[in-house]
């Protein structure tokens, strides 16, 4: 066993070296933050220049061979302390990090880099001619590419595990597989009954509301949910964000539509949900590897926690509907708190991810899934993906896309990445949301009221001490199993949805 007066100038010296990383990657955040904020158009291809340089630099300092030695000399020590001790944890995380990084070859990444760049141009314009044979090509090689990738990563059950693992490691396409089929099988009659009664009129979130004081309102509802401004801020952007430079800077960035209602006011706290996660991670592992959340679905899970559980609930707006009709008081004064309610939790098929609502979103990323799949075990060929979309559509949903532009080409994901491991982080984290809020309610089952009285404190620090502090140290897998004393399940899930949907549309 190494002596601790040999290992602490080893694991100091890591630390050190690490910091400088985060330090360089923090400065790239910025200036991605700035790009999306601020920056005049004309800064653009210096900016991508600058971001380029940045990255560069940091992923050939991370993968140094210095960094590879020191993660062996340190193994002695980190298989003698506690498996969830901050030391040992730092170590084993680091470690994973550093084994993906020196797996891909630089020069595969610039390829890959410089090919989505070009696929990413050609699909905004297939996207606004219709005209997914355009693209195809490009798609066929962003096929083939993503199979190299996932294949730098040996020994994997399947090809699209080391792709899920970018983003959700510790779940594979066994474990995700498993539990999409169940909440499949329990979405589609849901919806189904649904669409059999009335739409709810949501035409009340339509009307003129002013920019400043949607803006004004969400400001107060997000302090009271708990997002410290002396460590953030908010800002308007195209495309709603969060980001973190050290945990004493977490921004939030949203959009708002003044004939919208819903657009400013949840994208606004479902970019405070991922805040909170950041801003309640240990103050321990700052500039570290461990200090940011977990994985993607557990992040999701905490934007849509608080989006939906939280935002949507009808305790909230017991609290803050008054508020919002003395803000909007013509638009709003002679609407009453049920009929509001009932728009927020408008449940209609749809075309589009983004605009899906509680009930259906899940069925458009289970839909994404299968096909990646497909096309990764190649059964599925790139030619035959819009019909392979549209029999999908119709079969989940009830509905086919009129054209591929809302139907193939609305997601930019497949065109400006890879093809596998980036859509099932949001279902992972709306099941997880449900797990984690309805074991937090058994814990307390003070929180409704206390919501319906603006009074968040109790889930939030329930929350922090449970989920938020341990930064990247567990597993997805193994954080909902510590908080939860079960794994992932789709239960907690469908029982959230039954209940609340079941009594707003009677079935």
Same mark, same amino acid.
């Given at each position: 066993?190494?002596?601790?007066?040999?290992?602490?100038?080893?694991?100091?010296?890591?630390?050190?070296?690490?910091?400088?990383?985060?330090?360089?990657?923090? /400065?790239?955040?910025?200036?991605?933050?700035?790009?999306?904020?601020?920056?005049?158009?004309?800064?653009?291809?210096?900016?991508?220049?600058?971001?380029?340089?940045?990255?560069?630099?940091?992923?050939?300092?991370?993968?140094?061979?210095?960094? &590879?030695?020191?993660?062996?000399?340190?193994?002695?020590?980190?298989?003698?302390?506690?498996?969830?001790?901050?030391?040992?944890?730092?170590?084993?995380?680091?470690?994973?990090?550093?084994?993906?990084?020196?797996?891909?070859?630089?020069?595969?990444?610039?390829?890959?880099?410089?090919?989505?760049?070009? =696929?990413?141009?050609?699909?905004?314009?297939?996207?606004?001619?219709?005209?997914?044979?355009?693209?195809?090509?490009?798609?066929?090689?962003?096929?083939?590419?993503?199979?190299?990738?996932?294949?730098? @990563?040996?020994?994997?059950?399947?090809? /699209?595990?080391?792709?899920?693992?970018?983003?959700?490691?510790?779940?594979?396409?066994?474990?995700?597989?498993?539990?999409?089929?169940?909440?499949?099988?329990?979405?589609?009659?849901?919806?189904?009954?649904? /669409?059999?009664?009335? %739409?709810?009129?949501?035409? =009340?979130?339509?009307?003129?509301?002013?920019?400043?004081?949607?803006?004004?309102?969400? @400001?107060? %509802?997000?302090?009271?949910? #708990?997002?410290?401004?002396?460590?953030?801020?908010?800002?308007?952007?195209?495309?709603?964000?969060?980001?973190?430079?050290?945990?004493?800077?977490?921004?939030?960035?949203?959009?708002?539509?003044?004939?919208?209602?819903?657009? #400013?006011?949840?994208?606004?706290? $479902?970019? !405070?949900?991922?805040?909170?996660?950041?801003? #309640?991670?240990?103050?321990?592992?700052?500039?570290?590897? +461990?200090?940011?959340?977990?994985?993607?679905?557990? $992040?999701?899970?905490?934007?849509?926690?608080?989006?939906?559980?939280?935002?949507?609930?009808?305790?909230?707006?017991? =609290?803050?509907?008054?508020?919002?009709?003395? !803000?909007?008081?013509?638009?709003? &004064?002679?609407?009453?708190?049920? !009929?509001?309610?009932?728009?927020?939790?408008?449940?209609?098929?749809?075309?589009?991810?983004?605009?899906?609502?509680?009930?259906?979103?899940? +069925? $458009?990323?289970?839909?994404?899934?299968?096909?990646?799949?497909?096309? +990764?075990?190649?059964?599925?060929?790139?030619?035959?993906?819009?019909?392979?979309?549209?029999?999908?559509?119709?079969?989940?949903?009830?509905?086919?896309?009129?054209?591929?532009?809302?139907?193939?080409?609305?997601?930019?994901?497949? *065109?400006?990445?890879?093809?596998? #491991?980036?859509?099932?982080?949001?279902?992972?984290?709306?099941?997880?949301? /449900?797990?984690?809020?309805?074991?937090?309610?058994?814990?307390?089952?003070?929180?409704?009221?206390?919501?319906?009285?603006?009074?968040?404190?109790?889930?939030?620090?329930?929350?922090?001490?449970?989920? *938020?502090? $341990?930064?990247?140290?567990?597993?997805?897998?193994?954080?909902?199993?510590?908080?939860?004393?079960?794994?992932?399940?789709?239960?907690?899930?469908?029982?959230?949805?039954?209940?609340? @949907? &079941?009594?707003?549309?009677?079935?």
């Amino acid at each position: 066993m190494q002596t601790l007066e040999k290992t602490e100038p080893k694991l100091a010296q890591l630390k050190t070296l690490l910091t400088e990383i985060n330090d360089i990657e923090s /400065a790239a955040s910025l200036l991605y933050w700035d790009q999306a904020t601020y920056m005049p158009p004309e800064g653009a291809a210096a900016r991508g220049r600058q971001l380029a340089t940045l990255a560069q630099i940091a992923h050939t300092k991370f993968t140094d061979p210095q960094i &590879g030695q020191l993660l062996e000399d340190l193994r002695p020590y980190e298989q003698s302390l506690a498996y969830d001790s901050d030391e040992a944890s730092l170590i084993r995380i680091t470690r994973h990090d550093y084994e993906r990084a020196v797996n891909i070859p630089p020069a595969f990444t610039a390829k890959f880099s410089q090919h989505t760049a070009e =696929c990413y141009e050609v699909w905004a314009k297939a996207r606004a001619t219709n005209d997914f044979a355009t693209v195809a090509p490009y798609l066929e090689k962003t096929l083939e590419l993503s199979r190299d990738r996932a294949n730098f @990563f040996p020994g994997y059950e399947h090809i /699209a595990d080391p792709l899920i693992a970018d983003a959700d490691y510790g779940m594979t396409v066994k474990s995700v597989r498993s539990l999409f089929t169940q909440l499949r099988q329990e979405l589609v009659p849901i919806v189904e009954a649904i /669409a059999s009664q009335p %739409v709810a009129d949501a035409s =009340c979130l339509h009307q003129h509301f002013p920019e400043a004081e949607q803006l004004d309102f969400s @400001f107060k %509802v997000i302090e009271q949910l #708990g997002y410290d401004f002396q460590r953030g801020r908010q800002d308007k952007t195209l495309h709603p964000f969060m980001i973190k430079f050290s945990t004493g800077d977490v921004r939030i960035t949203t959009r708002v539509r003044e004939n919208d209602l819903n657009e #400013g006011l949840f994208s606004t706290i $479902h970019e !405070t949900g991922h805040a909170l996660y950041e801003q #309640g991670v240990s103050r321990a592992y700052e500039a570290t590897p +461990l200090a940011g959340g977990t994985s993607a679905g557990v $992040h999701e899970s905490q934007s849509r926690l608080w989006e939906n559980m939280v935002g949507r609930s009808r305790p909230f707006w017991k =609290c803050f509907y008054p508020q919002l009709q003395e !803000t909007f008081p013509q638009q709003l &004064g002679k609407v009453d708190l049920e !009929t509001f309610y009932r728009a927020i939790n408008k449940v209609e098929r749809s075309l589009i991810r983004t605009d899906a609502d509680e009930v259906t979103y899940n +069925l $458009h990323v289970l839909i994404r899934f299968d096909l990646e799949l497909q096309l +990764l075990e190649g059964k599925l060929a790139i030619r035959d993906l819009p019909d392979a979309w549209n029999e999908r559509y119709k079969s989940d949903l009830g509905i086919t896309p009129p054209n591929d532009s809302i139907g193939v080409l609305q997601d930019v994901h497949w *065109y400006g990445g890879a093809i596998g #491991g980036a859509f099932q982080g949001y279902t992972l984290g709306n099941l997880m949301s /449900a797990q984690f809020f309805a074991t937090a309610t058994q814990a307390h089952p003070e929180i409704p009221q206390q919501i319906a009285s603006g009074n968040f404190t109790t889930l939030h620090d329930w929350l922090k001490q449970n989920l *938020y502090q $341990h930064g990247r140290k567990y597993t997805a897998a193994e954080l909902i199993q510590r908080v939860t004393g079960s794994p992932l399940q789709i239960e907690p899930f469908i029982s959230y949805i039954k209940q609340k @949907f &079941g009594e707003l549309y009677g079935i």
